[in-house]
């Protein structure tokens, strides 16, 4: 069981706009940055969104983040069939002085 | 071109020792935290621990007894030895480049392709 907790999936028509939420505690997204990840299946995981909401280097602006309290949210606008991957959220737990991982979103494209 | 690629033995016996490098080419691996990152087939990942290249070491509490992570900054190689497998620790061993040292921007913005490790007799 995941410290970080998302929903297992996620889907929504081409064009369309995702949210993908991460709720935590106030030991990691309440007090520590949140961080994004996309993986493809079969691929290594990349990173998205930084610093709860700065898009990494040549990730499209169609991606975005924010956090509020202890809920982390990942919006996607105009969805692509190239987005359906699987998402992930992870956040430094200052309890447990470790990175933890939410379990994953699969986002479906339909 | 920066890159990071794992190497190491692709099965192991329950019991033994899982030992995966990570060799770092492009850049010194100086002045970052690197880590490592496991999934076992179809499920999601978990953060193994991390190491500063003078030795300094975080570890997920859950593996901390079995993993050890070390650094050889004259190779620019990153070590994983995880102790007592079983077919649980069957997955994926990714290493990723992980946050400056000193800053809390807490991220994996470099990650290796990943290693295939099966725990089985």
């Known amino acids: 069981q995941s410290v970080l907790t998302q929903p297992p999936s996620v889907s929504s028509a081409p064009g369309q706009r995702v949210t993908i939420s991460c709720s935590g505690s106030t030991s990691d997204i309440g007090n520590n940055y949140v961080s994004w990840y996309q993986q493809v299946p079969g691929t290594a995981p990349k990173l998205l969104i930084y610093d709860n909401n700065k898009r990494a280097s040549r990730i499209p602006d169609r991606f975005s983040a924010s956090t509020s309290g202890t809920l982390a949210t990942l919006d996607i606008t105009g969805l692509q069939t190239g987005d359906e991957a699987d998402y992930y959220c992870?956040?430094?737990?200052?309890?447990?002085?470790?990175?933890?991982f939410g379990g994953g979103t699969r986002l479906t494209v339909l | 071109q920066f890159q990071l690629q794992e190497s190491g033995p692709g099965l192991v016996k329950p019991s033994g020792t899982l030992s995966l490098t990570c060799t770092v080419s492009?850049?010194?691996?100086?002045?970052?935290?690197w880590n490592w990152v496991r999934q076992p087939p179809g499920k999601g990942l978990e953060w193994i621990g991390e190491v500063y290249h003078t030795g300094g070491t975080k570890y997920n509490p859950s593996l901390v007894s079995r993993a050890t992570i070390s650094a050889d900054k004259s190779k620019s190689q990153l070590s994983l030895r995880l102790s007592s497998v079983t077919a649980a620790d069957t997955a994926v061993y990714y290493c990723?480049?992980?946050?400056?040292?000193?800053?809390?921007?807490?991220?994996?913005?470099?990650w290796g392709q990943g290693i295939l490790v099966a725990v089985s007799s």
């Open positions: 492009g850049a010194s691996i100086t002045s970052y935290w």
């Open positions: 992870v956040a430094w737990h200052s309890r447990l002085s470790a990175m933890v």
């Open positions: 990723a480049r992980g946050h400056q040292k000193g800053s809390n921007s807490r991220k994996f913005d470099f």
